[in-house]
């Protein structure tokens, strides 16, 4: 069975109609956040991915029409780790609805907390093997569709740390000083 371009893109569009299609239902039916895990699916980069069979959409100049080079300043760039928890890379929203963006916030809050498999006290414990000082906060966030926990450390001279954990397993993926 040869598998093309076409059909990796219909393929994906009746995933998106199905999950968006369930996404409308649930908000639909339902006046309280959930704490059911949120499904997320994982999509191949068709732009740059040589195991795809088919025309190779990078080698193409023309298929980057309408992009222009300097608005790829703006998008931010993809951490140098990669975590064992994945979801879908989060959507900057607009804040013009205060409501709506704290809405969608604790959402993806109750999602990242239920994708978590380490306590917030695990990944303090890990972040204080890795820079010995005291806790001063601990996130949980969604960096690039890694789930992770950041955890800010002070060591004895006061510097600050910010050092990424796993949110799968509290393994440490970076270390930066702030």
Same mark, same amino acid.
């Given at each position: 069975?040869?598998?093309?371009?076409?059909?990796?893109?219909?393929?994906?569009?009746?995933?998106?109609?199905?999950?968006? &299609?369930?996404? /409308? +239902?649930?908000? %639909?039916?339902?006046?309280? =956040?959930?704490?059911?895990?949120? @499904?997320?699916?994982?999509? !191949?980069?068709?732009?740059?991915?040589?195991?795809?069979?088919?025309?190779?959409?990078?080698?193409?100049?023309?298929?980057?029409?309408?992009?222009?080079?300097?608005?790829?300043?703006?998008?931010?760039?993809?951490?140098?780790?990669?975590?064992?928890?994945?979801?879908?890379?989060?959507?900057?929203?607009?804040?013009?609805?205060?409501?709506?963006?704290?809405?969608?916030?604790? &959402?993806?809050? /109750? +999602?990242?907390? %239920?994708?978590?498999?380490? =306590?917030?006290?695990?990944?303090? @414990?890990?972040?204080?093997? !890795?820079?010995?000082?005291?806790?001063?906060?601990?996130?949980?966030?969604?960096?690039?569709?890694?789930?992770?926990?950041?955890?800010?450390?002070?060591?004895?001279?006061?510097?600050?740390?910010?050092?990424?954990?796993?949110?799968?397993?509290?393994?440490?993926?970076?270390?930066?000083?702030?």
């Amino acid at each position: 069975m040869k598998v093309t371009k076409r059909s990796v893109y219909a393929g994906l569009a009746g995933v998106g109609i199905l999950l968006g &299609a369930g996404g /409308v +239902a649930a908000a %639909a039916t339902s006046s309280e =956040t959930s704490s059911a895990p949120v @499904a997320t699916v994982q999509h !191949a980069d068709l732009t740059t991915d040589p195991s795809l069979p088919g025309d190779d959409i990078a080698d193409n100049p023309e298929s980057d029409e309408g992009h222009n080079s300097d608005d790829r300043e703006d998008v931010e760039t993809s951490p140098a780790y990669t975590s064992s928890v994945q979801t879908e890379p989060e959507v900057e929203s607009d804040d013009s609805n205060d409501d709506a963006a704290e809405a969608a916030e604790a &959402a993806e809050d /109750v +999602a990242l907390t %239920a994708l978590a498999t380490v =306590t917030p006290e695990e990944a303090s @414990a890990a972040a204080l093997e !890795a820079e010995p000082g005291t806790v001063d906060d601990v996130e949980l966030s969604n960096e690039s569709g890694n789930v992770v926990y950041e955890v800010e450390v002070v060591d004895a001279k006061g510097a600050e740390f910010d050092v990424i954990i796993d949110a799968g397993d509290a393994s440490v993926l970076a270390t930066q000083a702030d």
